[in-house]
């Protein structure tokens, strides 16, 4: 009976063990469960508010929830409303919790959080619930989310310099704040590894630009062009161009000069199927994948285990596309040449192997040492970062 009782302890553990390797545990059901969104932009932008809009679709099909969602909550599209309004009528629709997408939104979302204690809300890209950060507030049913895409970033970085055969990349950038500063400059950190490492070339020779255009997607009259700004890149020598806006104008700008004859590419940004604007000049895209984190903290709401934290996830470094564990990655485009792809491989596997390329000696723009020979930043020093980088040219702060 020993034996017996022993064989089938060894099988239980045997199948716990497989089905671990298998995959993270699955969460619990929400069915029923209603969750609104936020959208700052359209929900089929092809980019930042897309990524979130199916994330949404993913927690419905992981939990069983309902998603409402307001899109276009933003000044230009609903003036004199506020995303708290608007938080307001999905709350009326049935949500018990609301994910406000947007940094523009990051005063909004814990002023809704702190007048409504019964409701929990998530805040992408926010800071308020990190206890080691600057802005901490306590705000017991909120939590923030954001991934690591700094990663992500130092990837198409990496990717811009095994292609560029002008030695000049452009970054088309939204506004200039904390989070654009250090996602700009790990690009330029990938792009500088990557061009004195691999191509052994001297980092002098590599020329880098960012051009801000006010917003995260252009408002006319109110932020410059992107058109335009993508276009001055291709005009004046500058042949890959990384985009950190939430639409694709980079990529069919790249497409149109291709189709004059001219050898320019294009990194397109935040949404997993963003290179379908333009496939023939995209040389890959890094993507954000909110879906587990939303379900892990949806699921949690909806069984009474919410806890209010803040998460700067990662990504998953066995295989950065899994999209039920990776909370970034990056897709390879067609226009990424074969040798090209293999070192980028070797890249990513430098990064999974944990190259750290925020490590000193790193200067800020101005010159100013902002990290000493061998030392490793802080997240509250990649997270809060200043200025740009030097050896960046741009703005680094708004004017």
């Known amino acids: 009976m020993r034996k ?23 969460l619990p059901k929400a069915t029923g469960y209603t ?19 199916e994330a949404g679709q993913y ?46 939104m990051k005063d909004e979302a814990l ?14 890209s926010d800071d308020w619930t990190w206890k080691d950060g600057k802005n901490y507030k306590e705000s017991p049913n909120q939590t923030d989310i954001m991934g690591r895409m700094e990663y992500g970033k130092m990837i198409a970085g990496c990717a811009a310099a095994l292609t560029t055969q002008t030695g000049q990349i452009g970054y088309l950038g939204p506004l200039i704040n904390d989070e654009t500063r250090r996602l700009a400059s790990s690009v330029y950190l990938g792009a500088k590894y990557c061009w004195t490492n691999y191509l052994k070339k001297d980092a002098k020779d590599l ?5 801000w255009i006010g917003f ?7 932020t410059s062009d ?25 990529s069919k700008e790249a497409a149109k000069f291709a189709g004059q004859g001219k050898k ?3 990194i397109p940004y935040d949404y997993v199927g963003a290179c379908e604007a333009a496939p023939d000049v995209c040389l890959g895209v890094p993507y954000f994948n909110w879906g587990p984190a939303y379900a892990q903290v949806i699921a949690a709401a909806a069984n009474g285990t919410f806890k209010s934290e803040f998460q700067w996830n990662g990504p998953d470094w066995k295989d950065i596309n899994n999209k039920d564990t990776s909370a970034v990655g990056f897709v390879k485009g067609k226009a990424l040449s074969a040798d090209a792809s293999a070192t980028l491989d070797k890249f990513i596997a430098e990064l999974a192997g944990g190259l750290n390329l925020w490590k000193g000696p790193i200067n800020l723009q101005d010159g100013s040492p902002y990290l000493k020979d061998g030392e490793v930043a802080t997240d509250q020093q990649i997270w809060y970062l200043p200025q740009l980088l030097q050896g960046m040219e741009g703005q680094s702060v708004q004017p």
Not at 35 to 53: E, I, K, R
Request: net charge negative; proline share 6%.
């Open 226 to 250: 992107p058109t335009q700004v993508a276009d001055d890149f291709y005009n004046s020598g500058y042949d890959v161009v990384v985009s950190g806006i939430d639409t694709t104008e980079a």
């Open 216 to 222: 995260w997607f252009n408002i006319p009259g109110v």
């Open 35 to 53: 969750f609104g969104m936020l959208l700052v932009g359209p929900y089929n932008d092809q980019g930042w508010s897309q990524a979130h809009y």
């Open 111 to 124: 002023k809704f959080a702190q007048a409504h204690p019964d409701i929990y809300v998530i805040g992408s």
């Open 264 to 266: 320019v590419w294009a």
């Open 59 to 104: 927690v419905e099909q992981k939990l069983g929830a309902k998603m409402v969602y307001i899109d276009k909550v933003n000044p230009a599209d609903r003036p004199g409303t506020t995303a708290s309004q608007l938080a307001e009528q999905l709350v009326s629709q049935g949500a018990k919790l609301v994910i406000f997408n947007s940094d523009d």
């Open 4 to 26: 017996i009782i022993l064989h089938v302890a060894l099988l239980v553990v045997a199948v716990a063990l497989v089905l671990s390797a298998c995959g993270p545990a699955p």
């Open 207 to 211: 020329k880098f630009k960012v051009t």
